[in-house]
């Protein structure tokens, strides 16, 4: 199905990236903007949070939790603060879908956060920015004061006040750890903390910033709300995936559309929107353009590193947030697709996650820590030819196991760690082999 009516880039001129402008907040108020926020003020906050579960918006960051679930879990106002954190830490390799929300069509994820604040009863909001979006803080930090002085937000909002004081939203830097989009490593960042993951419960839910009930969205999810409260939740679910018959219905479906990345050797590399449920060849095609001269698909990691690999045989694979269980992998992630073609190396690919993910880790966890370095060592010296079969079975053990047994670890770095690994391994075999296979004379060399 065409995607004759996009959700998150109706503003957006489309075309490359690099070619967009950005909307201001005269811009977008010009076509429509803040409306679905006026309509938010006038209804019961309850009722907001009723229509975001009838949508099943699934959290757009990755782990794809349904959002309106998330945000009917705070306890009842106290009288005392409540936030959001906003997770802009877009630090998955190869994803950069938040950064061009944030660069093109900053006030639609600010409408979006003005909204859940005021159905969550949540009165200050913080914007955790990625430390390297040097660029996109000053975007977003001047549109954040542009929703100031337009009454979004401070004395005169327009939302009055919440919890009995004056809403505000604020943008904090980062400082460059991909472990900190994890949300409680991000709150501990938040807090001016070393930035790593706590234990749960309690979940931020009930205690989060600063120890008081705290939303945790992506970017792409909260830019998704202003369409869902001014269109209606059954006009959201004409797009994407609907739930397969027989399935209960309190399993969340694929529905909307979704931000996709495409980077590596296509001929038009990009940030597009399509319906969830698209192929990863449609995707290649249609938005990509399809593979450079030359160049033939391989393989490819669909939602960023952490969810593991699509193989050679899995090139019309389906989109959605069901794909892990057809595809044999951790889930659909962030949707930003990295083609690899044939002439790469997946012994070297598997080499560079593990060699990321022993760099990244916070050090709490043992599986972890020590598991992904070891796996970087034993996948250097495979890479470098000095491997034996025995580093190979050790190496298909050890991302058989990391993060295999919930509770662990603290967080999922080791899962991640793992599926990148472990479905390389798995569909890409014959390269390990080929890579020790060959015996090495060890001593002096014969005369």
């Given at each position: 199905?065409?995607?004759?009516?996009?959700?998150?880039?109706?503003?957006?001129?489309?075309?490359?990236?690099?070619?967009?402008?950005?909307?201001?907040?005269?811009?977008?108020?010009?076509?429509?903007?803040?409306?679905?926020?006026?309509?938010?003020?006038?209804?019961?906050?309850?009722?907001?949070?009723?229509?975001?579960?009838?949508?099943?918006?699934?959290?757009?960051?990755?782990?794809?939790?349904?959002?309106?679930?998330?945000?009917?879990?705070?306890?009842?106002?106290?009288?005392?603060?409540?936030?959001?954190?906003?997770?802009?830490?877009?630090?998955?390799?190869?994803?950069?879908?938040?950064?061009?929300?944030?660069?093109?069509?900053?006030?639609?994820?600010?409408?979006?956060?003005?909204?859940?604040?005021?159905?969550?009863?949540?009165?200050?909001?913080?914007?955790?920015?990625?430390?390297?979006?040097?660029?996109?803080?000053?975007?977003?930090?001047?549109?954040?004061?542009?929703?100031?002085?337009?009454?979004?937000?401070?004395?005169?909002?327009?939302?009055?006040?919440?919890?009995?004081?004056?809403?505000?939203?604020?943008?904090?830097?980062?400082?460059?750890a991909y472990i900190c989009g994890e949300e409680t490593a991000l709150l501990e960042s938040l807090e001016g903390k070393?930035?790593?993951?706590?234990?749960?419960?309690?979940?931020?839910?009930?205690?989060?910033?600063?120890?008081?009930?705290?939303?945790?969205?992506?970017?792409?999810?909260?830019?998704?709300?202003?369409?869902?409260?001014?269109?209606?939740?059954?006009?959201?679910?004409?797009?994407?995936?609907?739930?397969?018959?027989?399935?209960?219905?309190?399993?969340?479906?694929?529905?909307?559309?979704?931000?996709?990345?495409?980077?590596?050797?296509?001929?038009?590399?990009?940030?597009?929107?399509?319906?969830?449920?698209?192929?990863?060849?449609?995707?290649?095609?249609?938005?990509?353009?399809?593979?450079?001269?030359?160049?033939?698909?391989?393989?490819?990691?669909?939602?960023?590193?952490?969810?593991?690999?699509?193989?050679?045989?899995?090139?019309?694979?389906?989109?959605?947030?069901?794909?892990?269980?057809?595809?044999?992998?951790?889930?659909?992630?962030?949707?930003?697709?990295?083609?690899?073609?044939?002439?790469?190396?997946?012994?070297?690919?598997?080499?560079?996650?593990?060699?990321?993910?022993?760099?990244?880790?916070?050090?709490?966890?043992?599986?972890?820590?020590?598991?992904?370095?070891?796996?970087?060592?034993?996948?250097?010296?495979?890479?470098?030819?000095?491997?034996?079969?025995?580093?190979?079975?050790?190496?298909?053990?050890?991302?058989?196991?990391?993060?295999?047994?919930?509770?662990?670890?603290?967080?999922?770095?080791?899962?991640?760690?793992?599926?990148?690994?472990r479905t390389i391994l798995q569909k890409f075999w014959n390269e390990f082999e080929d890579k020790v296979a060959k015996?090495?004379?060890?001593?002096?060399?014969?005369?």
């Open positions: 199905m065409a995607l004759d009516t996009p959700i998150l880039m109706k503003r957006i001129p489309q075309g490359n990236v690099a070619n967009r402008q950005t909307v201001w907040y005269d811009g977008y108020v010009a076509t429509g903007g803040y409306a679905a926020l006026d309509k938010a003020i006038a209804m019961e906050p309850s009722k907001i949070i009723d229509e975001m579960k009838a949508s099943e918006l699934r959290g757009r960051g990755g782990a794809g939790f349904p959002a309106g679930m998330k945000w009917s879990f705070l306890p009842p106002p106290d009288g005392g603060h409540r936030f959001l954190a906003v997770n802009a830490d877009e630090s998955e390799p190869a994803t950069f879908k938040d950064q061009l929300l944030i660069n093109t069509d900053p006030h639609m994820m600010i409408e979006g956060i003005a909204i859940c604040m005021k159905a969550c009863h949540l009165d200050t909001a913080y914007v955790y920015i990625r430390g390297e979006y040097h660029h996109h803080r000053v975007t977003l930090e001047k549109a954040v004061q542009e929703a100031w002085d337009n009454g979004i937000f401070g004395e005169k909002s327009r939302m009055g006040q919440i919890n009995g004081r004056t809403p505000r939203l604020f943008v904090q830097r980062g400082a460059g070393r930035g790593w993951p706590r234990n749960k419960p309690p979940f931020p839910a009930v205690s989060g910033a600063f120890a008081r009930p705290t939303v945790i969205n992506n970017v792409e999810t909260l830019a998704t709300v202003p369409a869902i409260i001014e269109n209606g939740a059954a006009w959201f679910k004409t797009h994407g995936v609907a739930r397969p018959e027989g399935v209960p219905p309190q399993v969340p479906a694929s529905y909307g559309t979704k931000l996709y990345g495409i980077s590596g050797p296509v001929n038009n590399p990009g940030v597009f929107e399509d319906h969830l449920g698209i192929k990863l060849s449609a995707l290649i095609g249609q938005h990509g353009k399809g593979m450079r001269a030359g160049k033939q698909f391989k393989a490819a990691f669909h939602g960023g590193i952490s969810m593991g690999v699509l193989g050679t045989d899995q090139y019309d694979a389906v989109l959605d947030f069901d794909i892990g269980k057809r595809c044999g992998v951790l889930g659909l992630g962030t949707a930003c697709v990295t083609v690899i073609p044939q002439d790469v190396s997946m012994v070297a690919m598997a080499r560079n996650c593990a060699r990321f993910y022993s760099h990244e880790s916070c050090g709490q966890c043992t599986p972890c820590r020590e598991g992904s370095n070891w796996a970087y060592k034993l996948l250097s010296r495979i890479e470098a030819g000095e491997g034996t079969t025995a580093d190979l079975d050790l190496l298909s053990e050890l991302a058989g196991s990391m993060g295999s047994m919930p509770g662990s670890t603290i967080c999922g770095l080791a899962d991640g760690t793992s599926w990148a690994i015996p090495r004379f060890v001593g002096l060399a014969l005369r």
